[in-house]
């Protein structure tokens, strides 16, 4: 909650530090105080003051070291994605290619076979009979050989 709201407001990094130093020093002026005997009924509330201002300190430099970390790490994951992101994009183009290529193959092979039936078809279309050469031609398009061989 603390850590949130601190990240909210904008206040020089300085001050941040000097919170901790104003703690550190008040309670040095405390123990300077208990010597001097007409000031040695500052020494509680400024005691007081100077924990306080101490355990705010130490927690807001905990703070902002954890967020210093925060920022290498994300920096660093960053810099992963980008990298796998230009892997992605060479993957990509080679996984296109491949399928276009293959699509172009598919579609020659088709095309290819379209034409051998109908040339066979018009040489028999007369009589009325399934001549063997298509039964051949359709055998071959489904046949397993035929798909490997179109892989």
């Given at each position: 909650m603390m850590s949130f709201i601190f990240s909210q407001i904008t206040i020089p990094m300085w001050m941040y530090h000097s919170i901790l130093i104003i703690g550190i020093v008040g309670a040095l002026v405390g123990s300077i105080l208990e010597l001097l005997?007409?000031?040695?009924?500052?020494?509680?509330?400024?005691?007081?003051?100077?924990?306080?201002?101490?355990?705010?300190?130490?927690?807001?430099?905990?703070?902002?070291?954890g967020r210093a970390e925060f920022k290498v790490e994300a920096a660093e994951a960053q810099a992963k994605v980008a990298?796998?992101?230009?892997?992605?994009?060479?993957?990509?183009?080679?996984?296109?290619?491949?399928?276009?290529?293959?699509?172009?193959?598919?579609?020659?092979?088709?095309?290819?076979?379209?034409?051998?039936?109908?040339?066979?078809?018009?040489?028999?279309?007369?009589?009325?009979?399934?001549?063997?050469?298509?039964?051949?031609?359709?055998?071959q398009a489904a046949s397993k050989q035929s798909k490997d061989t179109l892989k």
């Amino acid at each position: 909650m603390m850590s949130f709201i601190f990240s909210q407001i904008t206040i020089p990094m300085w001050m941040y530090h000097s919170i901790l130093i104003i703690g550190i020093v008040g309670a040095l002026v405390g123990s300077i105080l208990e010597l001097l005997p007409y000031l040695k009924i500052y020494v509680t509330p400024v005691r007081a003051i100077s924990i306080v201002l101490i355990i705010a300190g130490i927690y807001i430099e905990g703070d902002l070291a954890g967020r210093a970390e925060f920022k290498v790490e994300a920096a660093e994951a960053q810099a992963k994605v980008a990298q796998v992101q230009a892997e992605s994009e060479k993957e990509n183009v080679k996984i296109v290619t491949k399928v276009i290529t293959k699509t172009q193959y598919y579609k020659t092979r088709g095309d290819d076979i379209v034409r051998y039936v109908d040339r066979e078809v018009t040489k028999y279309d007369s009589k009325c009979e399934i001549p063997q050469a298509f039964v051949d031609a359709h055998n071959q398009a489904a046949s397993k050989q035929s798909k490997d061989t179109l892989k």
